[in-house]
């Protein structure tokens, strides 16, 4: 799996509109917050948005607002709604089969359950992980994950 810049800054602007104890937060302030320009966060915000996860509030004091509070907003729930073309987060199998439109290991592979393991722990802890457990500090969040065995 490869963490892309939207996936990161998805993940950080969720958890700045968390912070913000349901005050909406404009596209200017996002951006001067986590130094991206105007434009990039109107677009992560945009996808937020159409992914269902944040909510825009139209008015003098509009902005955004996430849709849910932090302890229901997992960090799988910000990756699918950046990325609703992707059935799972990770799918190594369906990213390396060459030119054929299927592997050419399809009948024996010693690979996949590798592949599989590997994508079953990114998303296990990416669909225990919420908003809720990233405001915690950073010893709180490296003990959560030990916890969860990660």
Request: charged fraction near 25%; glycine fraction near 6%; proline fraction near 5%.
């Amino acid at each position: 799996m490869t963490i892309s810049a939207l996936d990161e800054y998805s993940i950080r602007i969720c958890l700045r509109l968390a912070t913000c104890d349901k005050s909406p937060l404009s596209a200017a302030e996002v951006a001067e917050m986590e130094d991206v320009s105007p434009e990039y966060a109107r677009k992560v915000l945009t996808s937020l948005v159409h992914g269902g996860l944040v909510k825009s509030v139209r008015g003098k004091q509009g902005g955004y607002v996430l849709s849910s509070p932090p302890p229901s907003t997992f960090l799988s729930d910000i990756l699918k709604a950046v990325h609703p073309e992707k059935e799972e987060i990770c799918n190594y199998c369906e990213k390396f089969r060459g030119h054929e439109s299927d592997c050419v290991l399809s009948e024996e592979c010693t690979l996949r359950p590798v592949w599989q393991a590997v994508s079953d722990a990114i998303e296990g802890v990416l669909g225990q992980m919420s908003l809720a457990d990233l405001m915690k500090s950073e010893n709180q969040v490296t003990l959560l994950l030990r916890q969860l065995g990660r």
